[in-house]
């Protein structure tokens, strides 16, 4: 399911993806382990702690994490991502496609439109989450992550979009005619704050006071539709 077409779209002539919650299914290992963490201080993790934490840097996500539960007279967020850091390692290799990813990166990519990945995800993460997937990942015309110098700050600053947009082979690309993918609250805000268009796709479990922002929302990146961007059709009947 999608929102309807919004007036003045425009061309698009370059794509942007984030990558954990949107390509790869990676949001449920942050979830799982920082549930356990404060089920050991006796709290639970909700979705609105969730909201405000995915898509960022690891720092800052951490950061939110220990003052926003409370926990940080007992736990700093150095040391709570040092906690997390092996059920995360464990969990990573195992990273799974969200449904449609292949699809669309391909289809990109065959119709010669420059694909890249933004991400505020850092290197070693990256490497684990990718490791079964690099076939399809090397497609991509490049990969910003959240520890490119580049990136002074994090999602919702445009830090990553922008650099992104200036390694496209004839960037800085016009903003207008970039469209992005995200699932995060701060990435949709990150995109908007570069410029750019921007089609959110959210975990239902997000509150929809999140969807505001976004140029399109949709359920699942099996539902884009290209044409509806200035972009070229699928060609199957899918
Ligand atoms: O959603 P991404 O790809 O920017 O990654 C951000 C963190 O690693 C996870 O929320
Ligand atoms: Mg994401």
């Not at 690099?134 to 490119?148: A, I, N, P, T």
């Not at 690309?173 to 805000?189: I, N």
């Not at 399109?216 to 990146?221: D, R, V, W, Y």
Request: with cysteine; hydrophobic share 40%.
């Amino acid at each position: 399911m999608s929102t309807p077409a919004t007036a003045g779209r425009g061309s698009i002539s370059h794509v942007i993806f984030d990558m954990d919650g949107l390509l790869l299914d990676t949001e449920k290992f942050y979830t799982e382990v920082q549930e356990i963490i404060l089920a050991r201080f006796n709290k639970t993790f909700d979705w609105s702690l969730k909201a405000k934490m995915m898509g960022r840097k690891a720092i800052e996500a951490a950061r939110i994490f220990v003052d926003e539960s409370g926990i940080s007279d007992s736990l700093s967020a150095e040391d709570f991502l040092v906690e997390r850091e092996a059920m995360l390692q464990e969990l990573f290799p195992t990273s799974e496609l969200m449904p449609g990813a292949s699809r669309l990166i391909k289809h990109l990519h065959a119709k010669n439109i420059p694909i890249c990945i933004a991400t505020g995800t850092h290197t070693r993460h990256f490497d684990l989450k990718t490791q079964r997937h690099k076939e399809l990942f090397s497609l991509m015309h490049h990969v910003v992550r959240g520890d490119d110098p580049e990136v002074k700050q994090g999602k919702p600053a445009p830090d990553g979009f922008l650099a992104a947009s200036r390694r496209f082979k004839d960037g800085p690309v016009d903003p207008q005619k970039v469209l992005v993918f995200e699932d995060a609250p701060s990435g949709v805000l990150a995109a908007k704050n570069a410029g750019m268009n921007v089609v959110m796709v959210p975990d239902p479990r997000l509150d929809i006071s999140h969807q505001d922002v976004a140029d399109q929302i949709m359920t699942s990146l099996l539902d884009f539709k290209p044409e509806e961007w200035g972009l070229p059709p699928f060609e199957d009947s899918n």
